[in-house]
């Protein structure tokens, strides 16, 4: 079973920063791209990042470009996000995503992380 | 690419269909996915490709379109289908959403 868990979120002041992990199981994380995704209260989902199976090809929303890096560490089967420079607008729940091969979207998705930006 | 999806929301009973429409701002071939989003349980890949059932999606759910415009249609609702729905294009990043149709029982 294809289980995506995310950790790391919490109360943050602007202008901080956070890091957060996606721990996958249930399938050969190195063999798939992976996505961050976010919600922001009472909000539409938006796209933050991807990054393809061997980290070759990232790829960034411009509202969190220069601020926030997507990575991986596949001995791991872990997926992170370093957010940095936070700011009240980044307040959301944070969802990991696995890329559905050669589509492109999103097949599998974690329950996700609240991560709140306020002083 | 402006994804506009609508209605934004939607009563109807079950047995009955109901239809969301998803409109790109420029051509997106078929590159689209519809999601289904429930409180408690993880967002759900239904159809991708525009039209194409993920595996374990119920055969009432139907994705129609090519281009810009698109079309999820669900067919004789069950309880289990009262959700919100989100459309979604990969045809190019920045990766965009549409904002969400929340299906509500009549």
């Known amino acids: 079973e294809v289980q995506l868990v995310e950790s790391g979120g919490g109360l943050v002041q602007p202008g901080r920063s956070l890091k957060l992990s996606c721990l996958a199981s249930?399938?050969?994380?190195?063999?798939?791209?992976m996505n961050w995704i976010r919600q922001a209260p009472g909000k539409g989902l938006e796209w933050v990042a991807s990054?393809?199976?061997?980290?070759?090809?990232?790829y960034y929303a411009d509202t969190v470009k220069g601020r926030f890096t997507i990575s991986r560490d596949n001995a791991k089967n872990t997926l992170y996000l370093q957010m940095t420079s936070l700011r009240s607008e980044d307040t959301a729940l944070y969802y990991c995503?696995?890329?559905?091969?050669?589509?492109?979207?999103?097949?599998?998705w974690g329950q996700g992380v609240m991560v709140t930006v306020s002083s | 690419v402006q994804m506009t999806q609508s209605p934004s929301y939607l009563a109807a009973s079950p047995g009955e269909s109901v239809s969301i429409s998803c409109k790109a701002s420029?051509?997106?071939?078929?590159?689209l996915a519809w999601y289904q989003e429930k409180p408690g349980k993880a967002n759900k890949l239904l159809i991708h490709?525009?039209?194409t059932l993920q595996s374990g999606t119920p055969s009432r759910f139907s994705g129609s379109g090519s281009g810009t415009d698109f079309t999820l249609t669900i067919r004789s609702l069950e309880s289990e289908d009262f959700a919100v729905y989100y459309c979604?294009?990969?045809?190019?990043?920045?990766?965009?959403f549409g904002s969400g149709t929340k299906l509500e029982i009549k």
């Open positions: 990054i393809s199976s061997s980290s070759s090809y990232i």
């Open positions: 995503a696995r890329t559905l091969r050669r589509v492109y979207t999103f097949d599998y």
């Open positions: 249930g399938f050969t994380f190195s063999n798939y791209g």
């Open positions: 490709s525009g039209s």
């Open positions: 979604q294009q990969y045809n190019e990043y920045p990766l965009t």
């Open positions: 420029k051509s997106i071939s078929n590159n």
